[in-house]
């Protein structure tokens, strides 16, 4: 069966620092992988996703991911976090090109990592 | 655009009462998904739909009913609310993979999501 694992619940940084938020799967085939964004109050927005190619995906506010098949990782890094960035942060995996046809598309997510950012 | 639809956005039940949870898509998207999310645990699946007239149980779909009469609508029941039931709830919708061309990589599209309180 298909898990996702973020180590870490909450994670404080200040302004202007660097953050790494981890995650590790486990899937029995190539999956995509995708890291969502959750607001207080708001809906999961898409940050960015892996599902071929290069290993190192770029996505919206200056986040970025590498996934490490060796590792079953896929990290979600920005250089410097701006006090925006505190949100709820959500690593999904899902099937990949050569899932079959029963998988129907269903995520599975991590428990979250909540992100709090210090002036 | 709308996107995908949630009504109510806010609901308080009394324990044994019913309610049913509405989600609309306009994208034309053949899957449909009822997660239901809690503090330290992610989001988690209830039930999911692959095309009109057709449901499935997920991760989670005990004191849950479903049904998918028209392929734009996705509705989620409670028959007899249990505070275990407090939660806020997302649906998600995404177009059925085809080709296998990389314009549809299996991102979900979420809702605002609706919190719903048992009492």
């Known amino acids: 069966a298909q898990s996702v694992t973020q180590p870490d619940i909450h994670i404080t940084v200040s302004e202007g620092a660097s953050l790494e938020l981890r995650c590790n799967y486990s899937y029995g085939a190539t999956p995509y992988l995708f890291w969502y964004v959750q607001s207080p109050g708001q809906g999961l927005q898409l940050l960015l996703k892996y599902f071929s190619g290069d290993t190192l995906v770029q996505g919206i506010k200056g986040f970025e991911a590498e996934f490490k098949r060796s590792q079953s990782s896929f990290n979600l890094r920005k250089p410097s976090v701006h006090w925006s960035d505190a949100a709820e942060y959500f690593c999904a995996v899902g099937p990949g090109p050569n899932a079959g046809g029963t998988s129907y598309g269903k995520l599975t997510f991590g428990q979250g990592t909540i992100l709090t950012v210090h002036p | 655009n709308a996107g995908v639809t949630q009504t109510p956005k806010f609901r308080v039940l009394k324990t044994g009462q019913s309610m049913t949870l509405l989600c609309a898509q306009d994208m034309n998207h053949e899957y449909m998904y009822w997660y239901r999310q809690d503090p330290g645990m992610g989001l988690r699946l209830i039930h999911y739909?692959?095309?009109?007239?057709?449901?499935a149980k997920g991760e989670v779909p005990d004191g849950y009913n479903v049904s998918r009469l028209k392929k734009q609508n996705f509705l989620l029941g409670l028959e007899s609310a249990a505070p275990s039931q407090t939660s806020v709830y997302f649906c998600?919708?995404?177009?059925?993979?085809?080709?296998?061309?990389?314009?549809?990589?299996?991102?979900?599209?979420f809702g605002e999501g609706s919190r719903l309180t048992v009492l």
């Open positions: 739909s692959v095309g009109e007239g057709t449901t």
């Open positions: 998600a919708s995404r177009p059925k993979k085809t080709g296998g061309s990389h314009w549809n990589t299996g991102e979900l599209f």
